[in-house]
């Protein structure tokens, strides 16, 4: 199995854990005076956001938890833009230690990257201007559906359930936010928690509505180099956050107003030791 660079910063963490302790101190950090590179989504409302120098959003809390139960202090923690298209590149090349940014665990990837968690489970669903009749995928036939570069959302649909779609894919759900709000777009299909994220946006509150009427589902995990050894450390962490009431707090925080609520049958999710 592949040597990580976590495994690195543990073996410095044990050198300076000793050395503070012969001089009588206790170290801030197992990973004292490194960095844990993460990606994340920039341009995620309620999920990952970057706003100036501030991260928010629920994949960054869930982040933020795991790093620090690894030993990382909030100012060790490096986030780096993660486009969907880009996210196994991004951990082949080394460039992140870990990926928290709507990334659903599948078969296909799962042959190149490796997954701790799911740390949330999101339902594929619609996002549609307020007075539209769309009800459920089945309704698109012939219409716009816009999802994002490098997402498997906008193909299911027309795999699966209106193979007329006209699929349009943009860099971001912003894009396709504002073309839908300019007309040219029916509806937007992402996990049914990026899509509440986008709706509460300030400029589209009465605009747009979620269907609710969720046809799949995403299991967020975190994305991994291959060969990797911490998927039992990250997936004990996220019990814990689990188990203490934080993991519903984060939710909470990042959909208020939203009206959302998560499938209860598959959330909080399970997880086992090993990686997904």
Do not use: H
């Amino acid at each position: 199995m592949r040597k990580t660079r976590f495994g690195t910063v543990a073996a410095m963490a044990a050198v300076a854990a000793l050395a503070l302790t012969s001089c009588g101190g206790s170290g801030d950090s197992e990973a004292d005076g490194d960095k844990i590179r993460i990606g994340i989504k920039f341009d995620q409302p309620g999920l990952g956001f970057k706003d100036g120098d501030n991260y928010t959003g629920f994949d960054v809390d869930v982040a933020k938890y795991v790093a620090n139960e690894l030993g990382y202090t909030e100012d060790q923690i490096e986030f780096i833009s993660a486009p969907s298209a880009n996210r196994e590149t991004m951990l082949q090349n080394n460039q992140v230690d870990m990926i928290f940014a709507t990334y659903s665990i599948t078969d296909e990837r799962n042959k190149v990257v490796d997954f701790a968690g799911p740390y949330f489970v999101a339902g594929q669903d619609l996002l549609v201007p307020a007075d539209s009749d769309i009800a459920g995928p089945e309704d698109l036939d012939g219409k716009n559906l816009c999802s994002v570069t490098g997402s498997t959302s906008a193909q299911k649909v027309k795999d699966n359930y209106a193979k007329n779609t006209n699929l349009q894919e943009l860099p971001g759900y912003a894009e396709c936010t504002t073309q839908m709000s300019g007309g040219t777009i029916d509806a937007v299909t992402t996990d049914d928690i990026i899509l509440a994220g986008l709706a509460a946006q300030p400029a589209y509150k009465g605009k747009f509505k979620v269907v609710g009427a969720p046809f799949s589902e995403e299991n967020y995990g975190v994305g991994l180099p291959d060969g990797t050894d911490k998927c039992a450390d990250i997936n004990a962490a996220i019990t814990k956050m689990i188990e203490s009431g934080e993991w519903q707090k984060a939710l909470d925080k990042n959909t208020e107003g939203t009206g959302y609520k998560p499938n209860a049958e598959t959330n909080p999710p399970t997880l086992s030791d090993s990686c997904a």
